[in-house]
């Protein structure tokens, strides 16, 4: 199992460097989150997530958004609402439900952009419509 995952992450699939940025964040936790150690996993995973989210990788795409949204230190990654926005508007256009819902509460709650609940609204329609028509 472990050559088949390192050859998929060396032929650059996207689930693969996902599930690496996933083993890189448990490793960061192990380490003890704060310590000099963890450091190296928390970057491993942010380029994990980058190579995946480059090759169009949804859940990629929106846990760079959620990072970016909230500003992640440990990661080398401060808080920037305008490329959350850009990484999470490029996963909806992967039809990607949580990322239609993450934008809504951007236009909710005006994060990077101006407050607009009746957009809001109808990004959580479109969240509901691509849910119930089981594209994602």
């Excluded at 380029?47 to 990661?75: I, K, N, T, V």
Aim: hydrophobic share 40%.
């Amino acid at each position: 199992v472990e050559t088949l995952l390192q050859r998929s992450v060396e032929a650059q699939h996207p689930a693969a460097l996902h599930c690496m940025a996933e083993r890189a964040l448990r490793e960061a936790v192990e380490k003890g989150s704060s310590s000099r150690a963890a450091s190296k996993y928390w970057k491993k995973a942010v380029s994990y997530y980058e190579s995946a989210a480059a090759l169009g990788h949804p859940p990629s795409l929106c846990q760079l958004g959620a990072w970016y949204r909230d500003g992640f230190p440990e990661g080398g990654i401060a808080q920037d609402y305008y490329k959350a926005l850009d990484y999470y508007t490029e996963a909806t256009e992967l039809d990607y439900v949580d990322a239609w819902k993450e934008l809504a509460v951007f236009y909710d709650q005006g994060l990077g952009v101006m407050v607009d609940k009746a957009h809001a609204a109808y990004l959580v329609d479109l969240a509901q419509m691509v849910e119930q028509s089981g594209q994602n």
